[in-house]
């Protein structure tokens, strides 16, 4: 069974930056996609970024122009770059392995913005 670990959340103000890691415990070359989602309280889950093992990319209209997902295949390792940080973006955020149409899950990891 695969396992995810996000780290690097945590309070930030308003316009500031984080980056956002999730260590992969197999080589996330294995997966169709790994992506990132987030949840805010009294929200549904909802997409973030996903890149593909093509390394095509997409973003929810949210959070385009500030948002980076990107992986380091070596380290098996997938990041979000996420800049311009705003109250909104406040939420439990949460890495997902994709491999034939099932999402594994790492336990999530809260970033709050302040105004």
């Known amino acids: 069974q695969v396992q995810l670990v996000e780290s690097g959340g945590g309070l930030v103000q308003a316009g500031g930056s984080l980056r956002l890691s999730c260590a992969v415990s197999?080589?996330?070359?294995?997966?169709?996609?790994m992506t990132w989602y987030r949840q805010a309280p009294g929200k549904q889950r909802e997409l973030v970024a996903r890149?593909?093992?093509?390394?095509?990319?997409n973003y929810a209209d949210s959070v385009k122009g500030r948002f980076a997902i990107s992986r380091d295949n070596a380290k098996n390792t997938v990041y979000l770059q996420m800049n311009s940080l705003k109250p909104e973006d406040t939420a439990i955020y949460y890495c997902?392995?994709?491999?034939?149409?099932?999402?594994?899950w790492g336990q999530g990891i809260q970033v709050t913005v302040s105004s």
């Open positions: 997902g392995a994709v491999r034939n149409y099932v999402t594994t």
């Open positions: 197999e080589s996330v070359f294995r997966f169709n996609a």
């Open positions: 890149i593909t093992s093509a390394d095509w990319t």
